[in-house]
Protein backbone atom coordinates (compact mmCIF):
# COMPACT_ATOMS: atom_id res chain seq x y z
CA UNK A 1 0.00 0.00 0.00
CA UNK A 2 1.42 3.66 -0.47
CA UNK A 3 -0.91 5.92 1.70
CA UNK A 4 1.20 8.86 0.49
CA UNK A 5 -0.77 9.18 -2.46
CA UNK A 6 -4.03 9.81 -0.65
CA UNK A 7 -2.45 13.32 -0.07
CA UNK A 8 -1.21 14.06 -3.07
CA UNK A 9 -0.09 12.85 -6.70
CA UNK A 10 3.17 11.28 -7.70
CA UNK A 11 4.65 14.18 -9.97
CA UNK A 12 3.42 14.42 -13.48
CA UNK A 13 0.36 13.07 -12.52
CA UNK A 14 -1.57 16.55 -12.37
CA UNK A 15 -2.04 16.04 -16.26
CA UNK A 16 -3.36 12.56 -16.50
CA UNK A 17 -7.56 13.72 -15.08
CA UNK A 18 -7.30 16.60 -18.05
CA UNK A 19 -5.93 14.41 -20.63
CA UNK A 20 -7.95 11.32 -20.36
CA UNK A 21 -11.20 13.89 -19.42
CA UNK A 22 -10.98 15.33 -22.58
CA UNK A 23 -10.24 11.88 -24.72
CA UNK A 24 -13.03 10.44 -23.23
CA UNK A 25 -15.89 12.40 -25.38
CA UNK A 26 -16.19 10.57 -29.11
CA UNK A 27 -16.35 14.35 -30.65
CA UNK A 28 -12.86 15.28 -29.15
CA UNK A 29 -11.68 11.95 -30.58
CA UNK A 30 -12.45 12.61 -33.54
CA UNK A 31 -11.27 16.68 -33.81
CA UNK A 32 -7.94 15.00 -32.55
CA UNK A 33 -7.94 12.14 -35.48
CA UNK A 34 -8.86 15.09 -38.44
CA UNK A 35 -5.28 16.13 -37.94
CA UNK A 36 -2.45 14.68 -40.28
CA UNK A 37 1.41 14.84 -38.49
CA UNK A 38 2.39 18.65 -38.49
CA UNK A 39 -0.95 19.33 -39.87
CA UNK A 40 -2.87 22.88 -38.90
CA UNK A 41 -6.97 23.09 -38.91
CA UNK A 42 -7.96 26.75 -38.20
CA UNK A 43 -11.60 26.51 -36.01
CA UNK A 44 -14.03 27.10 -39.29
CA UNK A 45 -12.88 23.67 -40.96
CA UNK A 46 -13.11 21.68 -38.43
CA UNK A 47 -16.16 23.09 -37.58
CA UNK A 48 -17.56 22.44 -41.01
CA UNK A 49 -16.75 18.83 -40.91
CA UNK A 50 -19.28 18.49 -37.81
CA UNK A 51 -23.16 18.76 -37.77
CA UNK A 52 -22.99 20.16 -34.11
CA UNK A 53 -22.71 24.02 -34.03
CA UNK A 54 -19.77 26.07 -34.15
CA UNK A 55 -20.31 26.99 -30.36
CA UNK A 56 -20.18 23.63 -29.61
CA UNK A 57 -16.88 22.79 -31.55
CA UNK A 58 -15.30 26.32 -29.91
CA UNK A 59 -16.05 24.16 -26.36
CA UNK A 60 -14.37 21.04 -27.65
CA UNK A 61 -11.68 22.74 -28.86
CA UNK A 62 -11.22 24.45 -24.94
CA UNK A 63 -11.50 21.33 -23.46
CA UNK A 64 -8.38 19.64 -25.61
CA UNK A 65 -6.50 23.13 -25.80
CA UNK A 66 -6.74 22.98 -21.74
CA UNK A 67 -5.78 19.45 -21.88
CA UNK A 68 -2.69 20.13 -23.92
CA UNK A 69 -3.73 17.72 -26.20
CA UNK A 70 -4.03 20.96 -28.73
CA UNK A 71 -1.80 24.54 -29.00
CA UNK A 72 -3.92 26.93 -30.39
CA UNK A 73 -2.27 30.01 -32.56
CA UNK A 74 -4.05 33.00 -33.43
CA UNK A 75 -3.51 34.63 -36.97
CA UNK A 76 -5.89 37.78 -38.23
CA UNK A 77 -8.98 36.55 -36.77
CA UNK A 78 -8.92 32.92 -37.33
CA UNK A 79 -7.53 30.46 -34.63
CA UNK A 80 -5.19 27.59 -35.90
CA UNK A 81 -4.99 24.36 -34.19
CA UNK A 82 -2.08 21.34 -33.98
CA UNK A 83 -1.84 18.59 -31.84
CA UNK A 84 0.31 18.50 -29.24
CA UNK A 85 2.43 15.49 -30.01
CA UNK A 86 5.26 15.69 -27.30
CA UNK A 87 2.63 16.37 -24.58
CA UNK A 88 0.52 13.45 -25.67
CA UNK A 89 3.91 11.34 -25.68
CA UNK A 90 5.30 12.03 -22.04
CA UNK A 91 1.59 11.32 -20.67
CA UNK A 92 1.28 8.44 -21.91
CA UNK A 93 5.44 7.33 -21.27
CA UNK A 94 4.41 8.69 -17.46
CA UNK A 95 1.15 6.07 -17.90
CA UNK A 96 3.18 3.21 -19.24
CA UNK A 97 6.54 3.60 -17.15
CA UNK A 98 3.75 3.52 -14.08
CA UNK A 99 1.92 0.19 -15.35
CA UNK A 100 5.56 -0.83 -15.88
CA UNK A 101 6.43 -0.87 -12.33
CA UNK A 102 3.13 -2.22 -10.74
CA UNK A 103 3.43 -5.23 -12.92
CA UNK A 104 4.71 -8.52 -10.84
CA UNK A 105 7.55 -9.57 -12.21
CA UNK A 106 7.24 -12.68 -14.78
CA UNK A 107 8.05 -16.16 -13.66
CA UNK A 108 9.28 -18.32 -15.93
CA UNK A 109 7.65 -21.47 -15.87
CA UNK A 110 8.65 -24.99 -14.81
CA UNK A 111 8.38 -26.15 -18.36
CA UNK A 112 10.74 -23.93 -19.63
CA UNK A 113 13.32 -24.63 -17.40
CA UNK A 114 13.35 -28.34 -18.18
Same mark, same amino acid.
Given at each position: MKPEYANHLPDGWDRFSRFFFALGDTTRQQILLLFDPGEEICVNEIARLFKISRPAIS @? @? #??? #???AELLISEKRGKEVYYRVNHDHCAEVMRIVREFIMNQSPPTRLSVSANR
Open positions: @H @H #LKI #LRN
